[in-house]
């Protein structure tokens, strides 16, 4: 089976739309780890398309703001402005959809999915010290997480050995697919154990604003890291229509 994971789409529609498009006949099922609106100018639009497409979802911080389940009080400010705007936006049947999101970690065939952390879904694993912990967590060999925006995860090798994929991918020769898109393609190895992070579909903070994603082939073990540009300028023009926060117009540009 192989998995398309999707995290951190944040009401991004063009970068969602494009990731699929790249994706079309690599994957059988969608998953997906959480933050589905936040930040973007499509939350309904966002919401819907995942709803129709993935078969388990989990609940990410943002959703669970703007579905009000959280009152976004330690968001900063900007972050603040668009879980309210969003909150207005939303259909009632998006925003009851989000409320009743599952918490992760969720165990599916064989893997699990978080948005933050295995030990806490609001954790954010940036590096060995909140990595470390949650790998010697893991009930499976792999774990898929979000949350942090960063395309990568971590691995702990069977004597200990302990690396970021991040660096990893970095060091790769990307595969050069149609419409500029990348991939960089992960073997998984026996008595090792991953944490694997997809990126981010609609707000990269890695310093790459390409849209992210990866897709899991169980029967291979092999996790496939995509990245691929996106039509940047009209999510931008819709955020600036909707009088969305200017630095997190900015940010999609960088992204950071
Ligand atoms: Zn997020």
Redesign the pocket.
Known sequence: MRYLIL??I?SNLEALETCLAVAEGRYDRVLCL??LV?YGPDPNAVTGRTRELAEAVIR???DKACAGITDAEDFNSLARVSTFWTRDELHPEHLAFLRNLPQGPLVLDGFELVHGSPLDEDEYIVGPLQALPALAHLAVQAGFF??T?HQGGFVLGPKGQFQSIRDWILHQEAEHLEDDAQRVTLKLEDGTRYLINPG?VG?PRDGDWRAAFAIFDDAKREVEYYRTPYNLFQTQEKMEKAGLPEPLILRLTIGR
């Open positions: 995290s951190d944040h959480g933050d936040g990410g911080n943002h979000g949350h925006h981010s707000q």
